[in-house]
């Protein structure tokens, strides 16, 4: 293919998805944000409404592009790292052949083939056939050890036939000559339109937080269902700084400064035809209709990162969250017979008692099941904390990430 121009778009890291558009787009100016804050995006070069190359910038200044054949077919992976001269190293070189479409949609290859160049200009090309019965299982590049049967072939080349400049965000165009190891021709001078979505509405916001603690009957996405609230205690704060977290992996909470004190905890259960789920939980400090909602941020997180409808939160990966002070810590041995156990029943919320050094906990069923969720502060009108609420999104259309 000959080109004279290139498509650009933005999204989230691919991984290993095949397709040929962004599964998570975003747009060009929060994919200059990230890059300026060193964080993590992809570009996508097409021509013709054909992809031709997938880039990812990764943190600490590495990057990788994937190169398409004129099927479609991601055929090739190529890992750049910084190299002394100022410049990026194509360090891995990695091509694939595939025997079918079925094959290449199902990731099993035919042939692999791996260059590697050190920095000094050593190159070293290894090459796998498909693995027959009873070979290994592990990729090639996994080999660290014992005799290994690939072939390979050493050679000194010229260091500068593998460097290209680092990319200023937007300066795609060091990368287009890669795209003739794929069979595609640009011309000289290639010309960048950017194609990319819109900035939309910015991250999730705290909608419909009142409606989660208004019992009764509602009309939520899912269809008819009913809010019913329970009591789940009282949470004692002794150190100002209330914490929201998994029970199980309480390493890096939610943090949030608080007034020292016992105030209730309150569930919202959200019962559907398919049952009963938690779907909020909330701690109230002051009995004031909150005025405002805001996001809990970590001090490294930035609202200005975040994509249409996405959210920094608290991790569950046990299926539970809590409500305790920042001091609070929990013995690994005691959370199944004490937590786990008790929330995997009929119980949908258990308290941990305090002891003579630490205060309460007050653990509880987190939505329906693992999973990232929002929490958010209800500040009244002269700014104090009146509540903070965590929403496990069983009654929001947006799917926030």
């Known amino acids: 293919m000959i080109f004279d121009s290139l498509d650009v ?23 200059a944000r990230k890059h300026a804050a060193g964080m993590d995006y992809a570009v996508l070069l ?23 054949d004129d099927r479609s077919w991601c055929m090739q992976m190529i890992d750049f790292k910084p190299h002394s001269t100022g410049m990026l190293l ?34 070293e090309v290894k090459s796998e056939s498909a693995r027959r019965r009873g070979e290994s299982t592990y990729p ?10 690939v072939p390979v072939r050493r050679f ?50 705290a909608t419909g937080i009142e409606q989660l603690f208004s019992p009764g009957v509602s009309n939520t996405v899912g269809g008819t269902a009913v809010f019913e609230l329970v009591d789940a205690g009282l949470l004692r704060i002794t150190s100002g700084q209330l914490a929201v977290s998994d029970p199980g992996w309480i390493r890096d909470p ?63 990966d046990t299926g539970t969250a809590a409500f305790m002070d ?14 786990f156990i008790p929330l995997d029943s009929s119980q949908f919320n258990v308290e941990l008692p305090g002891t003579e050094t630490e205060p309460n906990l007050i653990a509880f069923r987190a939505g329906q099941g693992d ?7 209800g500040r009244t009108n002269d700014g104090q904390v009146g509540c903070v609420v965590v929403d496990f999104q069983l009654n929001s259309a947006d799917e926030g990430e």
């Open 9 to 31: 778009s933005y999204g989230e890291l691919w991984g290993s998805y095949r397709g040929m558009t962004h599964p998570n787009p975003m747009s060009c100016a929060l994919a």
């Open 46 to 68: 097409s021509a013709r409404e054909r992809p031709l190359a997938l880039i990812e910038s990764w943190p600490r200044r590495m990057w990788r592009v994937y190169l398409f």
């Open 90 to 123: 194509a360090r891995w070189n990695t091509r694939w052949q595939f025997a079918s479409e079925q094959e290449y949609l199902s990731g099993k290859w035919d042939v692999q083939e791996t260059t590697s160049v050190s920095a000094d200009g050593q190159v």
């Open 140 to 149: 090639l590049l996994d080999r660290t050890a014992g005799p290994s049967s």
């Open 156 to 205: 000194p080349a010229p260091l500068e036939s593998f460097l290209c400049p680092v990319p200023e965000f937007g300066d795609w165009q060091v990368f287009a000559p890669f795209l003739a190891q794929q069979g595609h021709e640009p011309v000289k001078d290639v010309v960048l339109r950017d194609v990319s979505v819109a900035e939309g509405s910015g991250p999730l916001r």
């Open 254 to 316: 939610r943090t949030v400064a608080v007034p020292q004190g016992e105030f209730p905890v309150t569930l919202s259960l959200l019962r559907t035809t398919g049952g009963v789920d938690v779907a909020a939980a909330r701690v109230t400090f002051l009995d004031v209709p909150p005025r405002e909602w805001e996001m809990v941020l970590s001090p490294d997180e930035d609202l200005g990162l975040l994509g249409e409808g996405q959210f920094y939160g608290v991790g569950v």
């Open 326 to 339: 920042a001091t609070r810590t929990v013995i690994e041995d005691q959370l199944d017979e004490d937590i």
């Open 371 to 377: 999973g990232t969720y929002p929490v958010w502060i």
